[in-house]
């Protein structure tokens, strides 16, 4: 017995750690099978893209799919700004890097992934787990907000926008209420403490028979509480709050110009065309469909049809899901596959 023991205490029977190389069998295997499974399910729209391409020069091609990826571009600055507080080592690339990242994991994980792989992988770049979770929701904030106030205005501003919208006049306004509602509550949570415990302790003494809710609503309480504070300390900085929501802005911009850059002048002229699209992307925010995958599309669609084409719309609309998911989609595929194996070999 005195054997036994001595044996467990030097080591004999301690777990055995997983080897690195079934680690990373396993990791590829993962990669692949989200790879592929991706392109398989989008597989009929690869076509579309192929007909598409066919249609502009490739020139432009380059250049729509480039405003796609310059999204992304000013999403990784964003990080590397809130995150460099945290982390004074990290770097430009690699909060372009984490941005690339989760676009690959918002289409394999239909949008659900996106915001864990950003925290994941901010995380290992040296920046708490708590920093990095209230950084990226207060960088959903700000996106969000920026989308509403984009699609807004245009349809404050565009006579033609609000005529299209006008035959879905009451699914029109009820998204923007819809939309407006959504902002004002992440924005109320994310700056009033008061008010964000009034509201959970009536969710609990409503939820108090269920203990599985209530152990849901003690994460919303911690995630809150971390946003809260992120959101102080951004707004302390008014260089830097002037700075996010200027990015937030142009970075709505880069993609909205590709529907008019796609169409070759036979739609509607540039603004017109940026008011569209913004408008449909924020009223697609209301719909419950992951990550906004076909509501934006129909909506688009819908509203375009009375100045052009059906053709031309679903054909315009086709070229912009592939710019603005799917080229960074695959650049992000590269960088999570790369970031993998550099770290095996480290």
């Known amino acids: 017995m005195g054997q036994l023991k001595n044996k467990k205490d030097s080591g004999d029977f ?3 750690s997983v080897p690195p190389w079934v680690k990373s069998v396993v990791f590829y295997l993962i990669f692949i099978i989200l790879l592929g499974t991706a392109i398989y399910f989008h597989c009929d729209f690869f076509l579309d ?55 690959f994991f918002q289409v394999t994980t239909l949008g659900s992934g996106m915001g864990i792989s950003k925290i994941y992988y901010l995380t290992r770049l040296g920046i708490p787990a708590a920093n990095s979770t209230g950084i990226c929701l ?43 509602f959504m902002i004002g509550v992440l924005i109320l949570v994310a700056t009033s403490s008061q008010l964000s415990a009034r509201l959970l302790s009536v969710v609990r003494r409503i939820c ?24 102080a300390l951004v707004f302390r900085d008014k260089k830097l709050t002037v700075q996010l929501i200027f990015e937030c802005l142009l970075m709505q911009t880069f993609w909205y110009v590709i529907p008019y850059l796609a169409m070759q002048g036979k739609g509607p002229n540039l603004l017109t065309s940026i008011a569209f699209i913004s408008a449909a992307r924020m009223l697609a925010g209301s719909v419950p469909l992951p990550s906004g995958y076909g509501s ?43 970031w993998r194996k550099r770290s095996v070999a480290s």
Request: glycine residues 8%; proline residues 4%; charged residues 15%.
């Open 49 to 103: 893209v192929m007909r598409s391409i066919g249609e502009i020069p490739i020139w432009l091609f380059v250049f729509v799919c480039l405003s796609g990826c310059l999204y992304r571009i000013i999403d990784g600055d964003l990080l590397y700004r809130l995150g460099r507080r945290y982390q004074p080592d990290l770097k430009w690339g690699q909060g372009i890097a984490c941005a690339f990242s989760g676009a």
């Open 138 to 180: 207060i960088q959903y904030i700000l996106d969000r907000t920026a989308i509403f106030l984009y699609g807004f205005a245009a349809y404050l501003m565009f006579p033609t926008l609000r005529t299209a919208i006008r035959p879905y006049r009451f699914f029109g306004i009820l998204g923007i209420v819809i939309c407006l």
């Open 14 to 16: 301690r777990k055995k």
């Open 208 to 231: 108090k028979n269920h203990p599985k809710w209530l152990s849901k609503i003690d994460y919303m309480e911690e995630q809150i509480c971390l946003l809260q504070a992120e959101t």
């Open 296 to 338: 934006l599309d129909i909506i688009f669609i819908v509203l375009l049809s009375g100045m052009v084409e059906t053709a031309i719309a679903t054909s315009t609309m086709v070229l912009f899901r592939f710019a603005t998911t799917f080229v960074p989609f695959f650049i992000g595929a590269v960088i999570v596959f790369l």
